[in-house]
């Protein structure tokens, strides 16, 4: 290998003339619409995966997340991961995507798979989240391999399925299957919409669960003869309100998790059901009159890196205790539906500070620090892949995913395709003497 200081100008230069191919890429992955639910699409946009990274020198595996959550004969949970060994050995950057978009809702103007493009911006579900993103990872890498093919090390770049429903079938089964293993990967960059000059360190938890309040049915003439459900629910609705929710916005996190609402502890109640199942619309019958014997809530709780998993089921549970002794014939049931640690890169890993000096180098300012108050991917790659090193960092404005008339603008996309193969050339080359 030789110690030269590696050419950056040529490696800039060469990402400006893939504009077209770049924009054409994003287009082309716009127009597969991966829809999830219910996870549609997953092998075609493999398949145009395989065949573009193929062409440029890596090899491919497409891996279906048997018996994943969703995973059918009619909607199998396709994943792509390829890899573009160098010829010498080093550490491998690995850049993750999710391939699958969530549903198009109402509102749009433009087509919502369509790519059509209006003032410099790309349109289309998935455009920002997170098509955008891997259309601007795979020029990186190209442009790189095509100006250093004597690079040291690997470069990974895969699609996943099922993220925006959890990453059962798609990070969390490749995780499993030793993908991101230490010895195999070293450093992961997740191009999620968090924008070109932030470098995102992780997330908070979250804590699922349904809790349900007993009574007994009786006529609703005569409530004395039954125990209302829904009362015991208003309870501990009430016991939330006065005791809960001011705990939680009492306590502040270190994590730098925008927007600024979401450095203090979070709850929603998700949803709220009580006594008769609710009537189609054209039903025009009146209600019966009973006292209802069930009420249950879904309560979505969000949660910080200071505090446990145990701390915050267990918060929950003694109210629900508290109300059992001190409040007649109380009785409930609690049930987890699913739980997500907090997960939190080091500041001074080696991905965030390569990344913190290739933003300062190609957009001339420090990056912005943040952590996203709800989940991706990086929670398999940090709890079942062992791998600390991991941020996501992407263009894109993080507000637009999910919205309609959804976008990437194209000169971001083009300055952190830059960035990230500047930062290829830290991990990858060897750096001279300056
Ligand atoms: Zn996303």
Same mark, same amino acid.
């Given at each position: 290998m030789t110690q030269t200081t590696p050419n950056l100008d040529a490696l800039m230069t060469r990402i400006e003339t893939m504009r077209d191919d770049l924009i054409a890429l994003t287009q082309d992955l716009i127009r597969?619409? =991966?829809?999830? +639910?219910? &996870?549609?699409?997953y092998r075609d946009i493999c398949d145009y995966l395989d065949t573009r990274l193929t062409r440029h020198g890596f090899d491919t595996q497409l891996v279906r997340a048997h018996?994943?959550?969703?995973?059918?004969?009619?909607y199998p949970r396709w994943n792509i991961v390829a890899r573009k060994e160098g010829r010498h050995a080093g550490e491998c950057v690995h850049f993750n995507s999710h391939i699958d978009v969530v549903e198009v809702g109402?509102?749009? =103007?433009?087509? +919502?798979? &369509?790519?059509e493009i209006s003032d410099g911006k790309i349109y289309g579900r998935g455009a920002c989240d997170m098509k955008g993103g891997l259309a601007a990872s795979i020029i990186a890498a190209e442009a790189f391999l095509q100006e250093f093919p004597d690079f040291a090390g690997a470069i990974e770049i895969s699609g996943t399925a099922d993220e925006e429903s959890g990453g059962y079938g798609g990070v969390a089964h490749l995780a499993e299957q030793g993908f991101f293993a230490p010895e195999r990967v070293q450093h992961v960059i997740i191009p999620e919409p968090l924008h070109k000059d932030r470098i995102c360190l992780g997330h908070r938890g979250g804590w699922w669960a349904e809790i349900e309040t007993f009574g007994e049915i009786a006529h609703g003439s005569m409530p004395f003869l039954g125990d209302c459900a829904v009362r015991h629910m208003g309870a501990v609705l009430d016991k939330f309100e006065s005791d809960l929710f001011p705990a939680m916005a009492a306590r502040h996190t270190d994590m730098p998790v925008v927007p600024e609402g979401a450095r203090s502890s979070t709850m929603n109640i998700n949803s709220i059901h009580g006594g008769q199942p609710e009537q189609d619309p054209d039903y025009t019958g009146l209600p019966a009159h009973c006292v209802p014997d069930s009420c249950r809530i879904v309560i979505d709780r969000r949660y910080l890196a200071e505090e446990t998993h145990a701390g915050v089921s267990g918060e929950v549970e003694s109210i629900l205790r508290d109300l059992e002794k001190s409040r007649e014939n109380f009785r409930f049931a609690m049930r987890e539906i699913n739980h997500v640690a907090p997960s939190m890169t080091d500041r001074n890993a080696p991905v965030v500070s390569t990344v913190d000096r290739s933003i300062t180098e190609i957009l001339g300012k420090s990056p912005e620090y943040v952590a996203s108050p709800g989940t991706y991917d990086q929670k398999h790659i940090d709890r079942i892949g062992k791998l600390k090193n991991c941020i996501a960092y992407g263009p894109g404005i993080l507000e637009l995913a999910h919205k309609p008339d959804e976008y990437i603008g194209i000169d971001d996309m083009i300055d952190s395709a830059k960035v990230m193969a500047h930062s290829l050339t830290q991990l990858l080359l060897p750096q001279g003497d300056d």
């Open positions: 597969i619409p =991966t829809l999830n +639910p219910p &996870g549609d699409c018996g994943a959550p969703g995973d059918s004969d009619k109402h509102g749009w =103007t433009f087509d +919502p798979f &369509g790519g």
